[in-house]
């Protein structure tokens, strides 16, 4: 009958270079290159229009370079290097390279050494949440690293006598270091570690196969023949040449995260709530390539936290209010209410996700008491969240509540100087911060029932933009981008918005101070914004106000007030400042005051 050694010590051909380790090793160099040909077939399949290409087959640039580069890496270290290896081993003229020889368990060590820094590399990287240059720079610092300590636990290896204690130990305790590593990433639940749920599968893979390593080294310490049928079977044969298809498969799973498409229950458990408002929505390749690199920016800069998903939970029928490209939902995240900003687009187009990035980099950048603080952002595609402080309610709201109508114009002073606040806060910083959608839907109000506490946010930056120069161009005309009519929401609303950027597309911050202005006649008189007017389309009313049209002052309105509104909603050249409106309307308060 033959023994588990023989089976080990087993070489096809009667050639000793192709034992059952080497041979496994030539089939997954085999398995690599047939998956690359299917990968690219279904590529040129996809390309030519044919209705038979499997799209779900191709992965993402960045997974196909990651796979061609884990299949060359394999392919040198499990096949090419051990062939010069044996080569050199087996050559009487490079007596340095004699089997046992310092420069061989120097060599081995590299090759050993290389195949962990990449196989444990990619497990770095799943444990990151971008996948932009940022995120490789941080997986191949670690990688390299780990692969040092994996060449000095090779070398030590090699010192020690095969068989003894030492060697047992220093073999179990390695292995079963790297086991328990694998176990923690797939066992532990998200919220003790953040994770990409492609890194489940990878890891129970390597779980089993580590431990398999770990028995068969125990059964060998005993002297336990079927301990080298373990090894031999269990994992130079069957986990060698699985490997390619395991990564595969793997970076597949994680392209799917990128673009909304993984559905598997056993990974993404946990995440649904969250995803559920875009149910049956995706992500286009470029789009979920643009998602990867704005997060990998957002952490460059250092201002914006990424959250780990598991403790954010978005409750069905939460919403608070939509916009041209997002929806507010009210959440929690670790229990604490938040509201939580979601891309919501029927057509997530990589410039929606450039602007969506955009606007979280600078929100994320602007702290004060006047703007609605930002959490962190929290990313699990198609949804793409920027998580915030949750307000009561907005001014609009407030203003046009019952309770809101009662208010006295201490009270809506105190108001409209929180606004100008804000306001003036953003066109303070250098470069400006052009808010670009100055509305009272976008102020939001804390404590709007008690006066005393009531605290006023700006928000909304989805239109912002900094500018050194303080102004910019950004369409103009018809353009629907700037107007709003009946059957489309455009991101700018007619009644706040300057006549030239509805007609122009002209945004600087004296449009901001009109937008402003309307927001303060708003407040101080507590009507809608040429409510007397709302017979007219929102085409028809924004061509009046470009000819001159503004709301009507009521005649109780102190003079004052008056002068400085007209002055707010005059000609762009002769609009004051944002700091000078929060001047003059300090200076009436004041007078005002009991």
Avoid at 19 to 37: D, E, G, P, W, Y
Avoid at 483 to 507: C, K, M, Q
Wanted: glycine share 8%; net charge neutral.
């Amino acid at each position: 009958m033959t023994s588990c050694k023989e089976i080990y010590e087993y070489t096809f051909f009667d050639i000793p270079f192709f034992s059952l380790h080497n041979t496994a090793n030539c089939f997954q160099m085999l398995f690599f290159f047939i998956i690359v040909v299917w990968i690219k077939y279904q590529q040129r399949l996809a390309r030519r229009g044919v209705e038979t290409a499997r799209l779900s087959s191709i992965l993402l640039p960045v997974h196909l370079y990651t796979y061609y580069f884990i299949c060359s890496t394999c392919v040198l270290l499990n096949v090419v290097l051990p062939i010069i290896n044996y080569a050199l081993e087996h050559n009487p003229n490079v007596p340095i390279f004699q089997k046992g020889s310092t420069a061989e368990n120097v060599f081995i060590g590299v090759i050993y050494g290389c195949e962990h820094a990449v196989l444990e590399g990619l497990v770095i990287m799943f444990l990151q949440s971008s996948m932009g240059t940022r995120a490789f720079k941080i997986t191949g610092a670690i990688a390299l690293t780990w692969g040092c300590v994996v060449f000095a636990v090779s070398y030590i290896l090699s010192l020690i006598t095969p068989g003894t204690t030492y060697d047992f130990f220093v073999h179990v305790s390695f292995y079963g270091i790297v086991l328990i590593f694998y176990l923690i990433c797939w066992l532990v639940p998200y919220k003790w570690l953040y994770r990409r749920p492609a890194l489940i599968g990878y890891a129970f893979f390597w779980s089993i196969t580590r431990a398999i390593v770990v028995i068969s080294e125990v059964l060998e310490y005993f002297q336990v023949d079927i301990g080298m049928c373990f090894e031999s079977v269990g994992f130079d044969i069957m986990f060698t040449m699985a490997i390619p298809f395991v990564v595969y498969e793997t970076l597949k799973q994680d392209s799917q995260f990128w673009q909304g498409t993984l559905t598997e229950e056993w990974m993404t458990s946990g995440i649904s709530s969250i995803r559920g408002p875009l149910l049956g929505t995706s992500l286009r390749r470029d789009s979920a390539a643009e998602v990867a690199l704005g997060l990998d920016s957002l952490r460059h800069g250092g201002k914006v936290e990424t959250l780990n998903f598991a403790y954010l939970n978005v409750p069905e029928g939460s919403i608070l209010g939509h916009g041209g490209s997002s929806r507010v939902y009210k959440g929690k995240y670790k229990g604490e209410d938040v509201a939580v900003k979601m891309l919501f687009c029927i057509d997530l187009t990589k410039d929606v996700v450039r602007r969506f990035f955009n606007e979280i980099k600078i929100h994320s950048g602007l702290q004060h008491s006047t703007v609605v603080k930002v959490k962190g952002v929290c990313v699990i595609p198609p949804a793409i969240c920027l998580v915030m402080e949750c307000m009561d309610c907005s001014l609009y709201d407030c203003l046009h509540s019952a309770k809101g109508k009662k208010f006295n114009m201490n009270q809506r002073l105190k108001i409209s100087i929180e606004c100008s606040k804000a306001v003036a806060f953003l066109h303070t910083l250098r470069p400006y911060v052009l808010h670009g959608d100055v509305k009272s839907m976008n102020f939001l109000v804390h404590y709007p029932n008690n006066f005393d506490k009531i605290k006023v946010k700006i928000s909304d930056l989805g239109c912002s933009r900094r500018e050194a120069t303080g102004i910019y161009t950004g369409g103009g005309g018809n353009d629907s981008s700037y107007r709003r009519s009946s059957d489309a929401y455009s991101g700018f609303t007619v009644l706040w918005g300057a006549p030239e950027v509805t007609h122009n597309g002209i945004h600087s911050l004296g449009s901001d101070v009109y937008s402003l202005g309307i927001v303060l006649y708003e407040v101080l008189t507590g009507r809608v914004p040429f409510d007397e007017f709302d017979h007219l389309s929102n085409e028809l009313l924004s061509d009046e106000i470009k000819k001159g049209l503004r709301p009507t002052l009521p005649e109780e309105l102190p003079e004052d007030l008056k002068v400085l509104l007209t002055k707010m909603w005059s000609n762009r050249a002769e609009r004051p400042t944002a700091t000078y409106v929060l001047e003059q309307l300090v200076k009436f308060s004041v007078l005002l005051s009991p």
